[in-house]
């Protein structure tokens, strides 16, 4: 049976992900970077993440000339960085106000974690290529993730009050 894309996409756009940005540098030094939805933890122990790059993607070939990356978990109110990161070219690093990782790789001010990584074992994954990362060092802070869904950035709802009773909460 063959999968129309359009379907396909809608279909994977009724999961709400947090987004990230991550970033490396090409062979020359230079800062590259892209939003990524496709981004999990594997392993405990080894502490193991995964990210999916798209093979067209300008920062592809830095993930492979430099062995490392960085993700920065974007907390509500980023979506200013999210969008600078989705475009193309250098210009996305122009006037950006950015940290940078023990590693030497720009991170997103504010996040709600940093996560350095060493590129353990690359897989190819249809039009993408999936990176494994062992996490080098990282950092994190208390705050509320950006979400996607749909199409659209989306908030968590607020915190239930003690009327509530601080249960399960099912809308994003």
């Not at 999916?52 to 990356?69: K, P, Q, T, V």
């Not at 290529?129 to 950092?139: A, M, N, S």
């Amino acid at each position: 049976m063959a999968i129309d894309p359009g379907d396909f996409r809608r279909a994977l756009g009724q999961l709400a992900t947090g987004v990230t940005v991550v970033t490396t540098r090409d062979a020359a030094g230079r800062p590259l970077g892209l939003t990524v939805s496709a981004f999990c933890s594997v392993s405990l122990e080894p502490p193991l993440v995964l990210v999916s790059i798209d093979d067209r993607s300008e920062a592809h070939d830095g993930f492979e000339s430099s062995g490392l990356f960085a993700v920065s978990i974007l907390a509500e109110g980023q979506e200013e960085y999210s969008r600078r990161f989705a475009t193309g070219g250098p210009a996305k690093f122009e006037g950006a106000e950015l940290l940078t990782s023990t590693t030497g790789l720009p991170l997103v001010p504010e996040a709600l974690a940093h996560i350095e990584c060493r590129v353990a074992a690359t897989l190819p994954g249809g039009d993408h290529t999936i990176y494994l990362g062992e996490v080098l060092g990282l950092d994190v802070r208390p705050g509320r993730p950006l979400l996607y869904h749909a199409g659209a950035y989306r908030s968590l709802d607020p915190e239930p009050g003690p009327e509530l009773g601080g249960g399960r909460r099912d809308r994003v």
